[in-house]
Structures are given as C-alpha cells and as structure tokens.
C-alpha cells in the first residue's frame, strides 16, 4: 500500500515517514500544498496524510481541489489542537478522518488502517482469505497459522492483494502501489514476488489472468474449484 505525507515540519515527516516505512507501507513525501497537490494529482496513493498548515498552498485547498477533480483516496488530515474550525473545514473539504497535533504514532497508524479497509471493504483488521492471514497492525503472515518469512516487497504485494481479493490486480497496479516515487521501478519484478509467494502460500491462492493480472482466491472455495474443474 502506497502512502502520501503532506508536512511541512520536517522532523515530524520524518517520524511519520519511518513509522510507516517500517508498518509495511510504500511512502512518498511533500512538505508544502503545491509539491503534496501535484503528487496526489499525478500518482496512484492509497491513502494520503495532510498536514492543513501548509506553506504555498494550504490543506483545505488543496484537499478541495483533489475532490473536485475526482480524487477519491482516503485522507486523514493533521491540525493544530485549538484550531476545531480547521476540523470542520477540513470535513467540508473532503476529509476522511483528522488527528490533532499532538498525537501518538501508535493512534495515527491505527486510524490509518481502518480508512485503508474501508476504503477496500474490509472490517476487521486481520484480511483472511482460507487458511490464510495477514495481520495490518503487526505487518505479517501466516499460513495454517505457521509465520510466513516475506521480504518488504513480498508484504506489499500480499498486503495490497488481500486488500484486494478477488478482483484481477494488473501488473501495473501493483507497481504503482507498493513502490514509493523515488524507487528505480521494474514491472518485471513483480512476477519474481508473485513467483516467491506462490511457493511461500500455495500457488493455488494466486491465479494468473493472462494479459490482465493476479486475482488472490481461497483455493478452498466452491467456486475456485469451479474454476478449476
């Protein structure tokens, strides 16, 4: 899953920057409205953090613009603890949710993975999909309840396809989501994390649609046996 953070402390980027890189998530970063406006405006994010007081151009405008130009990604905005009239504005403009400066790391990524499920379907934050798990909060895996070794990428790939079962993931889709701006991208890479997965879950969860993408199915279900038969 890829995250956009729009803020202009830098130490605080930072912080945030590092909590989600090490929660399992791709991140870009912007430290003014204008540079936050023209990445949210050009790239795929799955959810993005926004800072309203911004230099250049601030939250609230920049939040409006996205909505009026169709941009639906989850946005959980940052305001200053005495400023209630930037909640409202913040809500009006878009907003998903809000944290008030401040906050704890712990509460910003919990906030952040219920937008990232309600914005896929999803209620709980456990996905399982048979006899497989993948726990958001703690960025891991089981099979049959036995830990899954993944490398970074491998989560991604995992974490954004159970956020996605069922529907066939192009190939594209999936590099535009689990690399962050600044990675030398390859699209081929994604069949080796597919390929190592499929030998880490059972190839059978993943299924190839030839010239369209992955779909993650339960190989237990009836109708992935339908699909087999």
């Given at each position: 899953?890829r995250?956009?953070?729009?803020?202009?402390?830098?130490?605080l980027?930072r912080?945030?920057?590092?909590?989600?890189?090490?929660?399992g998530?791709?991140?870009?970063?912007?430290?003014?409205?204008?540079?936050?406006?023209?990445?949210?405006?050009?790239?795929?994010?799955?959810?993005?953090i926004?800072d309203?007081?911004?230099p250049i151009?601030?939250?609230?405008?920049?939040?409006?613009?996205?909505?009026?130009?169709?941009?639906l990604?989850?946005?959980?905005?940052?305001?200053?603890r005495?400023?209630?009239?930037?909640?409202v504005?913040?809500?009006?403009?878009g907003?998903?949710?809000?944290?008030?400066?401040?906050f704890?790391?712990?509460?910003?990524?919990?906030?952040?993975r219920?937008l990232?499920?309600?914005?896929?379907?999803?209620?709980?934050?456990?996905?399982?999909?048979?006899?497989?798990?993948?726990?958001?909060?703690?960025?891991?895996a089981?099979?049959?309840?036995?830990p899954i070794?993944?490398?970074?990428?491998?989560?991604?790939?995992?974490?954004?396809?159970?956020?996605?079962?069922?529907?066939?993931?192009?190939?594209?889709?999936?590099?535009?989501?689990i690399?962050?701006?600044?990675?030398?991208?390859?699209?081929?890479?994604?069949?080796?994390?597919?390929g190592?997965l499929?030998?880490?879950?059972?190839?059978?969860?993943?299924q190839?649609?030839?010239?369209l993408?992955?779909?993650?199915i339960?190989?237990?279900?009836?109708?992935?046996?339908?699909?087999?038969?």
């Amino acid at each position: 899953m890829r995250i956009l953070v729009v803020e202009d402390d830098p130490d605080l980027r930072r912080q945030l920057t590092d909590a989600l890189t090490q929660s399992g998530y791709a991140v870009d970063q912007a430290a003014d409205g204008e540079e936050g406006h023209f990445l949210g405006d050009t790239e795929p994010y799955d959810a993005v953090i926004l800072d309203l007081g911004l230099p250049i151009l601030d939250g609230v405008s920049v939040l409006e613009r996205w909505r009026e130009d169709g941009k639906l990604f989850p946005v959980l905005i940052l305001t200053a603890r005495d400023r209630w009239s930037e909640k409202v504005a913040g809500f009006d403009a878009g907003a998903d949710d809000y944290l008030t400066k401040p906050f704890y790391t712990e509460e910003l990524l919990a906030r952040l993975r219920a937008l990232l499920r309600r914005a896929s379907g999803h209620a709980s934050a456990h996905l399982e999909l048979g006899d497989l798990r993948v726990d958001t909060r703690a960025a891991r895996a089981t099979i049959k309840g036995q830990p899954i070794k993944l490398t970074a990428h491998e989560y991604r790939v995992l974490s954004y396809m159970m956020h996605h079962q069922g529907r066939v993931v192009p190939r594209t889709e999936l590099v535009e989501h689990i690399y962050d701006q600044d990675f030398d991208r390859d699209s081929n890479t994604i069949e080796v994390f597919i390929g190592r997965l499929r030998k880490k879950i059972g190839s059978d969860y993943i299924q190839t649609e030839r010239g369209l993408g992955y779909r993650l199915i339960d190989p237990t279900s009836e109708d992935a046996s339908a699909d087999n038969a």
